[in-house]
């Protein structure tokens, strides 16, 4: 009998612009499934089939630490002076090694989103949603990651203009969707069964704070002109707050953004500990969408 020779999973890596991120989950794989419909063939068993497309996508979750770089620009340039504002300006590459000597390579590769969650006495963590286009190729090695000090929540700071007696945040939650697309195309090219392209849709900048309660709701509503109480409160007037958010990073920020939102009606929650809050926002009509 052969020996066994299991592998364990914490021998992996991976790479975003060649710079090393701890990660905790991964589901970035070039997925292909093997399609075999029913079909009349005379016999019990399915005998049609054929390897349907190939989606190389998926996601990298994780600590950030205090090395990261920025995937703002990443996730957020679009190519206004190149292929139009529905295409990224940014390609990115990732090598990800699942154990040691088995993963993948992932060149011009587009964020299509980007998490980021900083809650108070814990580690700030990062979601990143990729889309690719191309052939990915085999990757045979691993690179360990610098010891660092991971992104504790003191490095975050996070303001709202015109709801200043909102303070003490418990947790902020921060995403920007760009709804890339992955259109499969009929080609004269025989095998290529990846997406033709990656246009992006209408871009989605949202999120959640939580705060523990200062004062009551209802005077949050009335005072900070957060939610509709009334019909004229649906008219488009001075509703719109600014949101600062950024993350610090050893040597720059790792996010510094500035955007103009809408916050929905604030909810509270029952409990016997500290009475806590929680404000969902969404992003809307930042003048040019140009988001310093």
């Not at 990261?68 to 940014?90: C, P, Q, T, V, Y």
């Not at 990062?126 to 045979?140: G, L, Q």
């Not at 600062?244 to 016997?272: C, K, L, W, Y």
Request: hydrophobic share 40%.
């Amino acid at each position: 009998m052969a020996d066994t020779n299991l592998r364990m999973g914490y021998i992996g890596s991976v790479t975003i612009g060649g710079v090393g991120y701890f990660m905790s989950g991964s589901s970035l794989n070039p997925t292909q499934g093997v399609e075999a419909p029913d079909l009349v063939a005379g016999a019990k068993m399915r005998r049609g089939w054929v390897y349907g497309k190939v989606d190389p996508t998926g996601n990298v979750t994780g600590p950030l630490h205090e090395d990261s770089e920025s995937l703002w620009d990443a996730a957020f340039e679009r190519d206004d002076d190149g292929n139009g504002i529905d295409h990224m300006k940014n390609t990115i590459n990732i090598e990800i090694a699942y154990y040691q000597g088995g993963g993948w390579s992932f060149s011009n590769c587009v964020l299509n989103s980007l998490a980021i969650s900083a809650t108070a006495g814990e580690v700030v963590t990062f979601t990143a949603d990729f889309a690719a286009k191309s052939i990915v190729t085999k990757n045979d090695s691993y690179t360990p990651v610098d010891c660092a000090k991971l992104m504790t929540w003191d490095r975050v700071v996070f303001g709202i203009t015109g709801i200043d007696d909102v303070t003490n945040f418990q947790s902020v939650n921060f995403t920007i969707n760009n709804n890339v697309q992955k259109p499969y195309a009929i080609q004269a090219s025989v095998g290529n069964l990846y997406p033709v392209d990656l246009p992006c849709g209408v871009r989605e900048i949202t999120g959640t704070v939580s705060a523990y309660a200062q004062k009551n709701i209802w005077d949050i509503v009335n005072d900070s002109d957060v939610g509709a109480d009334s019909w004229s409160d649906y008219t488009a007037t001075s509703a719109k707050k600014t949101v600062v958010f950024s993350v610090a990073g050893a040597s720059s920020n790792i996010i510094d953004v500035t955007f103009e939102a809408v916050f929905h009606r604030p909810e509270g929650s029952g409990q016997t500990g500290l009475a806590v809050y929680t404000m969902n926002f969404t992003a809307i009509c930042t003048a040019g969408d140009d988001y310093s």
